[in-house]
Structure formats: C-alpha cells, structure tokens
C-alpha cells in the first residue's frame, strides 16, 4: 500500500528540483544552497508533519525575500530579480506546511519558473526540461485530485499503476498539441522577451574603437559570438568583417562617415554563400565573410567600405544570408578620396616618422612601399600577446621598438599609421578571425575570443588589399594559428550540433519559415492530387482496401477480451432464437434469462458474473462452458 500524500510530497520535491535546473547557473551562491537543501528538507519534514517554518513566519520570509529582489529590478535587468524572487517563495513553500493549494503553488511555480529562464537563455536544453515538467505537473495535478478527496488515501500498487498511467497520457497529448501550435500559430519578427528582458544582449568581444595601451592584459572570452552555416574555407579565407575604422581621435581608432566612391567590383573567386546565426548583441554591425558581395534576410544599409548595418537592434536571435567572395579584392573605379585614408594622428613617435620616411624614400612606387613595409614588422621580431602589454600615450611605440609584445590591435595600427606616413591609404578592419568548424552541422562556431583587427592597403590602382600585420609575429603559428585548428572534440562537436538544429527549429523559426513550411505541404499536397495512376492501378488499390479493412476488423477482433466476444455472441443467438426484442440493449444477463426462462440463459450469466463481478478474468474452465452454453442456446 502506498500513501497518496507521501507520493504528492515525492512529486513536489522532484517538480522542484526540475525547475531550478534551467537556472541553476545564474542564482546567487545562499540562495541557490538554501533552495537546493529546502528541497530534501521539506520531503522530511512532510513524512514527519515537523516544519522548521510557520505559517506566519513563512509568509514573512517570503514577503523580505520578494522585496530584496523587486528592489534589484531595473529597467536593463528584469529577468534575474524576477527568478530569484520566484525561488524564494519556492523554497519558503517546500519548508512549511502544506494543504491542497500550498503543493498547487509549488506546480505553478515551477511552471514560472522555467518560462523566467527563456528569459536568460533559451538553448536545447530548454526542451528537456520542458518535457520533465510538463510530465511532472501533470501527474502532480493527477494525484492532487486524488488527495483532495481523502488527505489519508492509500493506494494498491495496481491501482497506483493506473492513476500513474493516466497522469502520464495526458501529458503526451499536451506535448503533441504544443508542437503543432508552435508550427501553426502566428508568430511576431522578434520573441517578445526581448522587451521584458533588455539585458539578454550578449557580451561583445568585438569593441567599436581601438585604442592600444589602454590595458596591460586582455582576458579571453570563450562566449558564442555566432555560427556560420557554409563550406569549410582555407584558413587564409577565415576573415568575418564587421566594422571599418578610418580615422585617429584622441589616441583612439573610430569611424567617420567615409566619402562618397566611385562604382566598385569584388575581383576574386566565385561567391560561396553562408547563412549567419548571430547571437544577441548590443550594436548593429552584421558581421560577414570577408570580401561581401550581398547580405539578405534582415534590413539594413551598406557603406561604401563595405559595412552592412542594421536598421534595427540586434538584441534578439536571427539568421541571415551572406555572399562573399573571399580573399578577394576591391576594386574602385571612379571618384576616391585617398586624402581622407591618409590622415593622420595627432601625436607620432619621432621613431616611426623615420622608418615611414625611410620607406617613403625608397620609391614613389605604393608596391614598392607597401613590401618595404611588411619587411620592417617581419625584422622586428614582434610576438603576438595578451599580456604585459605596452601602456599609456605612446603604446604603439613602445610596443614597436621596446617592449615588442602586442595583440592584434597594437599590430594594425602600428601598420597604418606607418602605411599612412609613409604616403598609403589605409584603414583598420574589425571583426573576427578563425572559427571551429563542426562537420556534423556544416558550419563554422566563432567566439568572442576570436575578435581580430586588421589592416586594409589602398595600393596604386585603386584596389582595397587585405593586410594581416598580426601573421608577421614570430609566434603566430603558436597563437592565431591555433584558430585554424579545431578546439572541438567530437563529444562537443555532437553537443554543439544537436544545439544549432535546435536554434534552426526553434529560436529562429519565424513567419518567413511558417509560411515556407506551409507552401511545401501545399506544394506535396497539390503534387499527390496531380499524381497519375497508371494502368491497372484501381484494382491494386481495391486489393490494398480491402486488405486493410480485413487486417483492421481482424485487429479489433483481437483486441476485444474474451468475455466481450462472449457476451456479443450470446446476445446474437438469443436474437436470433427469440427474435430482435428479445435482447433490447441495457438489459443485464439475468433479466434476459428470467425473461426467457432459459436455463442455459440463468446459468450463462451465473457464470459470467462470477469472474466479471470479482475483478477477474475467465478461467479455461468457465470459458469452455459458456461456449458450450452457447452451442445449446
């Protein structure tokens, strides 16, 4: 025997735990130990009816709780405060006691709960333990019903089976009917947790200026930047363009509107075409394949220099499609404005304005400069680093002639400011470099760690040239070549993979994908209509008909018990004997043989009863003599 309260206190405790896994990682260290130890506590305190908490005391409690958090609710931060409270009252309820309405609230809770975690995050793991409440509220609301009626119930394991059973079937359903909601209902352009929850904008590794010497030590940031959907490239290919910076302010590389360019073409390779999978962020740059001949899928305007910016925030998940031509270059024809691309700081090493008139010097030919160039940074001995990094006003010289330790924004500079000197226009390009490419799913995971500066040359014709100055490092191979090396094993390969299907299927199924869903299932509907059946092929499917009526009765047949097909034949040959009104429907075995005052009749029903009325099937014995009860009726 099974208590039915003790059941209802298992199930709370366990809804409990379900729904404190989706945000486990981001409560606060005391409550997150008091909820987790409020869970096994409130189970013992349950079998023992002993509750460490009053009623009042509770209520209390929870009151402080609610308001330490409600104070900590901002309008960029509502989702955390929001969890945390909804925890407090979670735990407060395990640790007190409970009637009919206090284990309801703890279902409801949970229920919040997990829709205040779509809130932070919303990854693959969201539809486990969707499928685990849902399965778990509902057996709990089940057995609550139960308990409402007798708080003391106790339950034979058979029957406890059944009351199981029926909790679970329910659920299946509700999961069923969820699915096709969320392929038919109408959905809006962006989740509407994006106005409740402004503060899921992701972090950003890539910075909208560049300013070296600013820190003596850069930290990595291993955040999913975005996910690129497309062909492996060459690892000279692997250049994401975000951003172009073209003038020096205070120490710092920013953007200015660039001037107005003549017509441009890319010269390079055929396009290769990638499907972009962003993750929220707080600007609007679109980031491409480097070399972008055309972005669609989300509106935005394009610059001259090759920016593709949004007309809206980016601080939801979408995809878009990008065509690019990598490694190529860009070809200007027409008005250019070269002055402007040579511009130059306000304060220069007088260290520098030598080596950029030595190179000046040596030709008046921009290939001739520009080669000269690289060979200074490659005689340097400079080291690409992340760590005692040269700081203050004259960063960039330091790092060139003294402390030769850099990460990529020291090298891109240092190469245009020295390319500016010496008479090339140039600019700094900011995105990022690399990517894991996961075989599984096609497609390349960029991380915030992978954030790179480099240069873009101007040379004598008018084309816009990529230069990396950062590969010149003596270490390079060691450092950004590593981002060339896939950092997946296969266990994250398949992790990772089963969580992009997951955003394709759902975080960015949009209206456009309803629709196209729609048209493909119309498209296959019109296509079965149209479809010719050939010679012949009425009398298959006629065969194929009446197969499957056959095989369907003979399945209901079978499905039927035994006392069942016994009772429909009795009330057969007893119509057939005595006529239609001898057997009217709803009349009992016993009526009907006291009606005919059929001994055969009395003692079929003798029988019947016997086993019906006790729960029990027929025995061999008792079927064999209702059939030969039949036989002399």
């Not at 997150?32 to 409130?42: E, K, N, T, V, Y």
């Not at 707080?282 to 669609?296: E, H, I, K, Q």
């Not at 008479?423 to 075989?439: F, K, Q, S, T």
């Not at 429909?568 to 239609?580: F, H, N």
Request: charged share 20%.
């Amino acid at each position: 025997m099974v208590r039915i309260k003790s059941l209802l206190d298992l199930l709370a405790g366990l809804v409990a735990l379900i729904s404190l896994g989706p945000v486990l990682a981001y409560l606060d260290r005391g409550l997150l130990s008091a909820a987790l130890l409020a869970i096994p506590a409130g189970f013992w305190c349950d079998r023992r009816d002993r509750y460490p908490l009053p009623t009042w005391l509770g209520t209390l409690c929870a009151l402080c709780g609610m308001a330490f958090y409600a104070a900590q609710v901002t309008r960029a931060e509502v989702a955390l405060p929001v969890v945390h409270a909804m925890v407090v009252l979670m735990t407060v309820r395990l640790l007190t006691p409970k009637a009919g309405r206090d284990y309801l609230q703890i279902f409801v809770l949970a229920l919040f709960l997990l829709a205040g975690s779509s809130l932070i995050h919303l990854e693959i793991g969201f539809a486990v333990y969707l499928v685990l409440l849902v399965f778990g509220v509902t057996l709990g609301l089940v057995i609550l019903t139960v308990y409402a009626t007798d708080r003391n119930l106790t339950m034979t394991r058979p029957d406890l089976a059944k009351l199981i059973k029926i909790g679970l079937v329910l659920p299946a359903f509700s999961l069923l009917l969820m699915l096709v909601f969320f392929v038919v209902l109408p959905r809006t352009s962006r989740p509407l947790w994006n106005f409740l929850n402004p503060s899921t904008k992701g972090v950003v590794g890539l910075a909208e200026a560049v300013q070296p010497g600013s820190f003596s030590q850069i930290s990595t940031n291993r955040a999913l930047a975005f996910r690129a959907e497309g062909p492996e490239l060459a690892p000279e290919d692997r250049y994401w363009r975000a951003l172009v910076l073209n003038q020096s302010q205070g120490g710092r590389w920013v953007r200015q509107p660039p001037p107005r360019e003549g017509a441009h073409r890319i010269e390079g390779p055929a396009p290769v075409i990638f499907m972009i999978y962003p993750e929220p962020r707080t600007d609007r740059y679109l980031v491409t394949l480097d070399r972008p001949t055309l972005a669609a899928g989300v509106r935005h305007e394009q610059s001259v220099d090759q920016m593709f910016v949004a007309r809206s925030a980016l601080d939801h998940r979408f995809r878009f499609e990008v065509h690019a031509s990598p490694g190529a270059r860009l070809q200007v024809r027409g008005q250019l404005d070269r002055n402007f691309y040579l511009q130059l700081p306000a304060e220069m090493s007088p260290r520098m304005r030598q080596i950029a008139t030595e190179i000046r010097d040596k030709s008046a030919d921009s290939a001739v400069r520009i080669d000269a160039l690289a060979a200074f940074f490659r005689g340097q001995q400079l080291s690409y680093a992340q760590d005692d990094l040269p700081t203050g006003p004259g960063a960039i010289d330091v790092f060139l002639f003294d402390r030769k330790r850099g990460y990529c924004e020291f090298f891109a500079s240092a190469y245009v400011t020295l390319a500016r000197l010496a008479g090339i226009p140039a600019r700094l390009v900011g995105g990022y470099y690399g990517g894991d490419y996961n075989p599984l799913g096609g497609y390349y995971l960029v991380t915030e760690d992978s954030a790179h500066v480099w240069a873009e040359i101007l040379t004598g014709d008018n084309r816009w040239q990529r230069v990396d100055p950062s590969l010149w490092a003596i270490n390079a191979a060691a450092t950004l070549g590593e981002r060339d090396r896939s950092r997946l094993s296969a266990l994250r390969q398949l992790a990772d993979n089963l969580n992009y299907q997951w955003v394709q299927a759902v975080v960015v199924f949009d209206l456009a994908q309803q629709m196209s869903l729609l048209r493909e299932a119309g498209d296959s509907l019109r296509n079965l209509r149209t479809l010719r059946v050939p010679d012949g092929g009425w009398q298959v499917g006629a065969v194929i008909l009446v197969v499957g009526v056959v095989v369907g009765v003979a399945v209901s047949w079978r499905r039927k018990s035994k006392e069942v097909r016994l009772l429909e034949e009795l009330r057969t040959r007893v119509r057939k004997r005595y006529g239609q009104d001898a057997c009217l429907p709803g009349v009992g075995l016993a009526e009907i043989g006291e009606q005919l005052d059929n001994a055969e009749c009395r003692q079929f029903a003798r029988i019947y009863y016997g086993a019906v009325f006790r729960d029990r099937v027929l025995t061999t014995q008792e079927f064999l003599q209702l059939k030969q009860l039949l036989k002399r009726i």
